[in-house]
């Protein structure tokens, strides 16, 4: 398979989410839509305009809290050191999403940013309309629209490569106890090449250098972005059968570089049934400083949807907000929150631990967040939004087929 090939595939159905619905008109739209990203890619870098600077949240978003053209970013890895600076200039990292060039039809190695400016050029003129009127109110395809924005804002994220990069490092070795007496070697081994010394040396210290540091594996920019792209996709069916309601809140909203937020019943409860996207009672997106994008599991009761949040329910989802931030915190100007709220530090991306399942011991991966494992984390975010007891968490959607015969494919190898 070609790498365009696998551009296609990855983008297939994030390109217009709602396929199920004249899906041969549809996926000629999505080869022409693609098509469209591509020739744009490809301009730019003939013409030597290819954008450097990367946004990780776009700026139609971080205007939301703008005075006078400036926001505040509080920074929590820098001992909340808090400044002023415009939209365009905030939340910016340089060749984040630049890949090498050829690798993708045209050669461009803007390509990944440009779709990303595609899917952000549709969903720009549908924010104000959700913050205002609801994502109810406006037709299926451009809801599927602006869903896929936020399944891409959680797929494109630091939070989310960090957690690929560890599992690449730390993460493998801990699986592998490659830490025992002769344990590289024999894994040399299985997987067929010659365990010499320089070759395990090698291997030791590459695990030194990644453990140390997550964001130094090995991983190509383009199956960043194919990842990226894909797990954008297995989230979309999630998404699309949520209820969405925007809600308002008198008091300010804080938002961050992670601004798709899983709700749960309390936060530091690592062995939740109700964790991860597929199970979370409420996922909330803050929309502007005084509305909240919440998106309700189905199988959950009604709730009172003109009612606003208190100054009480607000505190306790910008605890919530805080804890899901891997850097960044975004408020407008002389908002001195972001600054006074605690949060907890970063934890390691991953908790690994060995779980009985059918008889069998399974190493099971679960995420880490700020407030995992925090006894004073939050519990049940805006009061009002969940019922006396929860129904029962949904289980884990099964594995794709296409991803199932990926992975068969690899392990052959």
Known sequence: ?????????????????????????????????????????????????????????????????????????????????????????????????????????????????????????????????????????IEPEL??????????????SRMWRYQGRWLLGEGYYRMWQLGKPGAIAAHLERNGTEPTAERVAELQAYFDRVIDDPWSAARSPELEMKASMRSANALMPNFVERVPVTFQSAAPLLTTDEPVTLLTEHHGDMDSPHAGFHAAPVIAVPLGPHHVLALFRPDLPAVDTTRNLSRTDTLELNRALLGNAHRHVVSQPGERLAQRLFVPDLKAPMRLRNVQHDGRTLLQATPQFRWSGERDAPQRPVSFWWPTTLPPAPLPPETPAEWAAERRHYNAQ
């Open 143 to 156: 809801q599927g629209q602006f869903l896929q924005f936020l399944a891409v804002q959680v797929t494109r």
């Open 1 to 137: 398979m070609t790498e365009r090939a696998s551009l296609m595939s990855a983008s297939r159905s994030t390109l217009n989410p709602m396929k199920r619905r004249r899906r041969q008109r549809g996926s000629r739209q999505q080869r022409a839509q693609l098509r469209d990203v591509l020739d744009a890619a490809s301009a730019m870098t003939a013409a030597g305009q290819e954008p450097r600077r990367h946004h990780l949240v776009p700026r139609f978003y971080l205007d939301q809290w703008s005075i006078d053209e400036r926001v505040q970013v509080t920074d929590l890895l820098q001992q909340r050191r808090t400044f002023e600076v415009r939209p365009e200039h905030a939340l910016v990292e340089t060749n984040y999403y630049r890949i090498n060039e050829g690798m993708v039809d045209g050669g461009s190695p803007v390509a990944w940013e440009t779709w990303l400016s595609a899917v952000e050029g549709a969903a720009a003129p549908l924010l104000p309309i959700v913050r205002d009127d609801g994502l109810h109110t």
